[in-house]
C-alpha cells in the first residue's frame, strides 16, 4: 500500500514540477503543434504550442514506479515492467510520429502503415514476454484466454501451441492498436485525453488493490469467482504512478494548453491501458471502462461508413456529424471547450464508475 501511494505521489511531483522546464526546452527546441487545415478553425490559434508531452508523462511514471518500489525496499515485478515496456515502446512510436511531423512542419507524422508496424513491433513482443516469466505457481503474467471479469471457456491454445500463439498476439495487437488509437483520436481538445485516461487507468488501480486482497492464496467462500492473477498489487502500483503522472501534467495541459501530450503520450497511454486489461485479465471489461474512447472512435467509424455508401449510393457523400470524432462536432455546434471537454470527463467517469461497479458485483455474485 505505501508503495502504491509513493509512487503516484513521486510521479505527480514529478510532471507537475518538471513540465515547466520541458515546455522551456521544447520552444527552445521549437517542437510546436502543427495545425490541420481540414479541423475546426478555432484551433490554428494553438498553433505553435509546445508538443511531446508525452516524455514528461513517461518519464514521470516510470520514475515514479521505480522510485516507489526502491523506497519501500521491494523490487519491481514482472508484470508492471511489461506495463513500461508497452508505455515507453509505443511513446517512442508516437515520439518519432510527432518529431516528423515537427521537422517536416505538417500534420502527417508517421504513414499509417507505418505507424500500425510499429504498434505491431511493440504488441508481438509485448505477447511474447507476456506469456513467459512463471512464478512459483506455473503463473504467467498473461493468460491464454479471453477475459472479461475472469478466464472465459475460450481457450486460444485449445488448437495449439502454434496456433493459440498466433491468435493470442493477434488478440493482443487487436487490443493495443484499439485502445491506443482511441486515445490518440480523444486526445483533441485541451485536456480531453489526459484527464479521461486519468479516470480509465485509475480503474486498474481499484482493480488490482481488489484482486490482491482477494487472491485466491486467501480465504475466499466464493470460490467461483476467484481466479489468480500475477502481481495485481504491482499492476495498481504502477497504474498509481501513470495517474500522478498524468494528474500533474493535466495542471498545465488544461485550455488554454501550455503542453500537448502528442502522439508520444496519446500511444503510450492508450498501449499502458491495454496492457493493464490484458494482465489484470479484464481485456473485454476495457470496451467500458474506456468507454469514452470507444465512443469518440465509433464517432469516426460512423462518419466514414455513412459517407461512403452515400456517396456510392447516390454520387454525394453524407455526413451524420459536422466533424468527426465527436468532440469536433460539438465545437461546431458552438459548444465552449471548456464545456465539451468537462462533459465528457463525467461521460468517462460514468464509464469507468460502471465498469468497476460490474467487475466488483461479478467477483461477489459470480454472476
Same mark, same amino acid.
Given at each position: 500500500?505505501?508503495?502504491?501511494?509513493?509512487?503516484?505521489?513521486?510521479?505527480?511531483?514529478?510532471?507537475?514540477?518538471?513540465?515547466?522546464?520541458?515546455?522551456?526546452?521544447?520552444?527552445?527546441?521549437?517542437?510546436?503543434q502543427?495545425?490541420?487545415?481540414?479541423?475546426?478553425?478555432?484551433?490554428?490559434?494553438?498553433?505553435?504550442?509546445?508538443?511531446?508531452?508525452?516524455?514528461?508523462?513517461?518519464?514521470?511514471?516510470?520514475?515514479g514506479?521505480?522510485?516507489?518500489?526502491?523506497?519501500?525496499?521491494?523490487?519491481?515485478?514482472?508484470?508492471?515492467?511489461?506495463?513500461?515496456?508497452?508505455?515507453?515502446?509505443?511513446?517512442?512510436?508516437?515520439?518519432?510520429?510527432?518529431?516528423?511531423?515537427?521537422?517536416?512542419?505538417?500534420?502527417?507524422?508517421?504513414?499509417?502503415?507505418?505507424?500500425?508496424?510499429?504498434?505491431?513491433?511493440?504488441?508481438?513482443?509485448?505477447?511474447?514476454?507476456?506469456?513467459?516469466?512463471?512464478?512459483?505457481?506455473?503463473?504467467?503474467?498473461?493468460?491464454?484466454?479471453?477475459?472479461?471479469?475472469?478466464?472465459?471457456?475460450?481457450?486460444?491454445?485449445?488448437?495449439?501451441?502454434?496456433?493459440?500463439?498466433?491468435?493470442?498476439?493477434?488478440?493482443?495487437?487487436?487490443?493495443?492498436?484499439?485502445?491506443?488509437?482511441?486515445?490518440?483520436?480523444?486526445?483533441?481538445?485541451?485536456?480531453l485525453?489526459?484527464?479521461?485516461?486519468?479516470?480509465?487507468?485509475?480503474?486498474?488501480?481499484?482493480?488490482?488493490?481488489?484482486?490482491?486482497?482477494?487472491?485466491?492464496?486467501?480465504?475466499?467462500?466464493?470460490?467461483? @469467482?476467484?481466479?489468480?492473477?500475477? +502481481?495485481?498489487?504491482? *499492476? /495498481?502500483?504502477?497504474? #498509481?504512478?501513470?495517474?500522478? =503522472? %498524468? &494528474?500533474?501534467?493535466?495542471?498545465?495541459?488544461?485550455?488554454? @494548453?501550455?503542453?500537448?501530450?502528442? +502522439?508520444?503520450?496519446? *500511444? /503510450?497511454?492508450?498501449? #499502458?491501458?491495454?496492457?493493464? =486489461? %490484458? &494482465?489484470?485479465?479484464?481485456?473485454?471489461?476495457?470496451?467500458?471502462?474506456?468507454?469514452?474512447?470507444?465512443?469518440?472512435?465509433?464517432?469516426v467509424?460512423?462518419?466514414?461508413?455513412?459517407?461512403?455508401?452515400?456517396?456510392?449510393?447516390?454520387g454525394?457523400?453524407?455526413?451524420?456529424?459536422?466533424?468527426?470524432?465527436?468532440?469536433?462536432?460539438?465545437?461546431l455546434?458552438?459548444?465552449?471547450?471548456?464545456?465539451?471537454?468537462v462533459?465528457?470527463?463525467?461521460?468517462?467517469?460514468?464509464?469507468?464508475?460502471?465498469?468497476?461497479?460490474?467487475?466488483?458485483?461479478?467477483?461477489?455474485?459470480g454472476?
Open positions: 500500500m505505501r508503495a502504491l501511494l509513493t509512487a503516484g505521489a513521486i510521479a505527480l511531483a514529478f510532471s507537475l514540477f518538471a513540465t515547466p522546464l520541458f515546455i522551456k526546452l521544447f520552444r527552445k527546441l521549437q517542437w510546436g502543427f495545425i490541420r487545415d481540414d479541423g475546426p478553425e478555432a484551433h490554428h490559434t494553438k498553433r505553435g504550442t509546445p508538443t511531446m508531452g508525452g516524455v514528461v508523462i513517461i518519464a514521470a511514471a516510470v520514475s514506479y521505480l522510485l516507489g518500489k526502491l523506497v519501500n525496499g521491494e523490487s519491481p515485478s514482472v508484470s508492471a515492467l511489461l506495463v513500461i515496456f508497452m508505455m515507453v515502446g509505443l511513446g517512442l512510436v508516437g515520439f518519432l510520429d510527432d518529431f516528423l511531423k515537427v521537422r517536416n512542419q505538417r500534420s502527417l507524422g508517421l504513414g499509417g502503415w507505418a505507424k500500425i508496424a510499429g504498434q505491431a513491433l511493440v504488441a508481438v513482443i509485448f505477447a511474447v514476454l507476456a506469456l513467459q516469466f512463471p512464478d512459483g505457481d506455473g503463473l504467467t503474467p498473461a493468460s491464454t484466454h479471453i477475459s472479461l471479469f475472469r478466464d472465459l471457456p475460450l481457450d486460444l491454445f485449445a488448437w495449439g501451441s502454434v496456433i493459440g500463439f498466433g491468435l493470442f498476439t493477434i488478440w493482443v495487437f487487436l487490443l493495443v492498436a484499439s485502445s491506443s488509437n482511441g486515445v490518440n483520436i480523444a486526445d483533441g481538445l485541451d485536456g485525453a489526459s484527464g479521461s485516461t486519468i479516470f480509465a487507468i485509475g480503474a486498474f488501480v481499484v482493480i488490482g488493490f481488489w484482486q490482491f486482497n482477494q487472491s485466491c492464496a486467501t480465504a475466499v467462500e466464493n470460490v467461483a @469467482a476467484c481466479y489468480q492473477v500475477r +502481481d495485481p498489487l504491482d *499492476l /495498481a502500483v504502477v497504474s #498509481a504512478a501513470i495517474v500522478g =503522472a %498524468v &494528474l500533474g501534467f493535466l495542471w498545465w495541459n488544461t485550455s488554454p @494548453a501550455q503542453l500537448f501530450m502528442g +502522439d508520444t503520450g496519446s *500511444l /503510450a497511454l492508450g498501449g #499502458a491501458l491495454a496492457a493493464l =486489461a %490484458v &494482465l489484470s485479465r479484464t481485456e473485454l471489461l476495457l470496451l467500458l471502462i474506456g468507454g469514452i474512447f470507444v465512443i469518440v472512435t465509433g464517432s467509424v460512423i462518419q466514414r461508413v455513412f459517407f461512403k455508401l452515400t456517396k456510392w449510393r447516390t454525394t457523400g453524407r455526413r451524420v456529424f459536422l466533424m468527426s470524432p465527436l468532440h469536433h462536432h460539438f465545437e455546434k458552438g459548444w465552449a471547450e471548456i464545456t465539451i471537454v462533459r465528457f470527463w463525467i461521460i468517462a467517469a460514468l464509464c469507468v464508475a460502471a465498469g468497476v461497479g460490474l467487475f466488483y458485483v461479478e467477483w461477489i455474485y454472476i
